[in-house]
């Protein structure tokens, strides 16, 4: 009979199977983009060593099931090239991935492909996993190019969503109301028209940049600055799955990347040990802590731009169950 060390293959990015002597490795693909010599890679090790297939997971990550156990060093060192291609923060790369309990970070395509994208999404991943990884807590952060939330964000512990300040070109202005139309339509109706001239509602405008795509003389352009509306605390599972709610709106990139960097801190002085693997996830102990507390960490030496605007408090909803009238 096998001895299996669960705990040491799960951390190295090996799934425990359910067959008998068999794990699937977990490569990481952070923003959810990767080169085609790579995914060859990919494809062979799944041929070499595992049953052929490989299945896509929900983070942008790819599974390669149908390993061997006595193949797992021998796939370490296949997942050598795509570790340093994929720019994997860890200095170590003969020995596949350091750390699974910060999960892959996904993104949608961004604005290398869709025309509502904001901002790199890609690029913005790939940061946040080298500020973040390999960290063995268990935190999830997705990011979204603009407010369609096309990656889904709000089931994340951090949910960045893109943003953009319109830029108004009176001059460019032809009056055809295609920005208000479709403001209205596609997004929240934050534009009317005054004497003839466009304007902007500011407290309503979620910078979504739909005016930008629709105005056929470009008089709405993106912003320069790059903004970002942030969701915390949103989870799925048994106990109480929920959505992120908004705490930031108009927050910069290095703000953003510092918040997540010091979530760390907070969960290693507060996280429950006592829990199987030490995993706990972020909102739970927000619960427990209060929200003011992790505000108090989160914020640590975060100076925010002046154009940021803060949630003094953030409420959640969720399913709840109650156990203890279930089984009375």
């Known amino acids: 009979m096998q001895d299996i060390n669960v705990k040491a ?16 490795s977990r490569v990481r693909i952070p923003g959810g983009l990767i080169g085609a010599n790579d995914m060859q890679r990919i494809v062979d090790i799944a041929n070499k060593y595992g049953n052929g297939e490989i299945f896509l997971t929900n983070r942008q990550g790819v599974e390669i099931p149908g390993i061997k156990l006595e193949d797992v060093d021998k796939v370490h060192a296949e997942l050598k090239d795509i570790i340093e291609h994929t720019q994997i923060n860890q200095e170590d790369t003969d020995h596949g991935y350091m750390s ?14 869709c025309v509502f994208g904001c901002y790199d999404t890609t690029e913005f991943a790939r940061k946040m996993d080298k500020a973040i990884f390999p960290n063995d807590r268990h ?17 994340n512990d951090f949910g960045i969503l893109g943003m953009t300040e ?7 202005c032809i009056g055809c109301e295609q920005c208000v139309k479709y403001c209205k339509v596609r997004s929240v109706g934050a534009l009317s028209v005054v004497n003839g001239k ?14 930008v795509n629709y105005c056929p003389t470009r008089a709405w352009t993106r912003s320069k600055e790059h903004y970002f509306r942030v969701k915390i605390m949103g989870r799925t599972g048994k106990q109480n799955p929920r959505l992120a709610q908004d705490w930031l709106k108009w927050a910069d990139e290095e703000s953003i990347l510092k918040i997540v960097k010091n979530t760390y801190a907070y969960i290693d002085e507060y996280i429950d040990e006592s829990r199987p693997e030490g995993k706990e996830h972020i909102g ?6 209060g929200f003011e507390e992790f505000v108090k960490w989160a914020l640590k030496d975060v100076e925010l731009n002046p154009k940021c605007q803060v949630a003094s408090r953030v409420y959640w909803d969720g399913k709840h169950y109650d156990r203890e009238n279930e089984l009375s």
């Not at 293959?9 to 699937?24: C, D, I, P, W």
């Open 198 to 211: 466009i304007k902007r509602d500011e407290n309503k405008c979620i910078g979504c940049g739909v005016c």
């Open 166 to 172: 319109p830029q108004y070109h009176i001059d460019r």
């Open 100 to 113: 699974s309990g910060t999960r892959n970070v996904p993104g949608c395509p961004g604005k290398r492909l």
């Open 139 to 155: 935190v999830k952060v997705a990011f979204t190019g603009c407010s369609n939330d096309c990656a889904h964000v709000a089931l």
């Open 9 to 24: 293959l799960k951390k190295n990015a090996f799934r425990q199977s359910k067959v008998y002597g068999e794990t699937a």
């Open 284 to 289: 739970y102990i927000v619960d427990r802590t």
